[in-house]
């Protein structure tokens, strides 16, 4: 499988972007520290090669991106190929339909895929969500109304949020 992949600056930093023929399959922040060997590890998985050649996909997600930085787009329409297992794709389908402004709990995310007691595996799952701020783990805040665990920074998640809260 031919996966495309672009780096492209954004107000919070550098941005990897990967698509293969079916849709965005990756979108995280290229300085994490464990940003290479997540990239590498699920690239594996699907079998893939890294390509730097052009993607519609890619196009659209950058333009979307520099709409949504800009506080002009509210909800993204670029096509995903989103890989993982089944309660992790229902979790990350979960957190699609929390609309932009506002946020829910680990434990409010849990119930919205009728699994109460998941809010630890509803957590790690955010975690491994391949395609941040499309799919947007960032959302999902503490039950006491704290921002909790985003592997892009805590001072992403924040500013992610204020965007969306203007």
């Keep these: 499988m031919q996966i495309s992949l672009k780096k492209i600056d954004s107000p919070i930093g550098i941005l990897n ?4 023929e079916d849709g965005i399959c990756w ?22 090669v890294v390509t730097n050649n052009n993607n519609l996909h890619i196009n ?33 389908a979960a957190l699609q339909s929390i609309p932009y402004g506002v946020t829910r709990s680990y434990k409010e995310q849990s119930t919205a895929i009728n699994k109460p007691k ?13 395609i941040s701020i499309v799919v947007p783990c960032h959302r999902v805040i503490g039950s006491n109304g704290q921002l909790t665990g985003y592997g892009g920074g ?13």
């Design 27 to 48: 979108l995280d922040f290229a300085d994490k520290p464990t940003a290479e060997k997540r990239l590498n590890s699920f690239v594996k998985k699907l079998n893939g």
């Design 17 to 20: 972007i990967a698509a293969t």
């Design 118 to 130: 998941a809010v630890r595996a509803v957590a790690n799952a955010n975690g491994m969500n391949p």
């Design 60 to 92: 659209e997600l950058e333009i979307q991106l520099k709409e949504y930085f800009e506080g002009k787009r509210k909800q993204f329409t670029v096509k995903l190929f989103i890989e993982g297992t089944p309660f992790q794709k229902e979790v990350w």
């Design 154 to 166: 805590l001072y992403r998640k924040k500013f992610l949020l204020e965007l969306e809260s203007k």
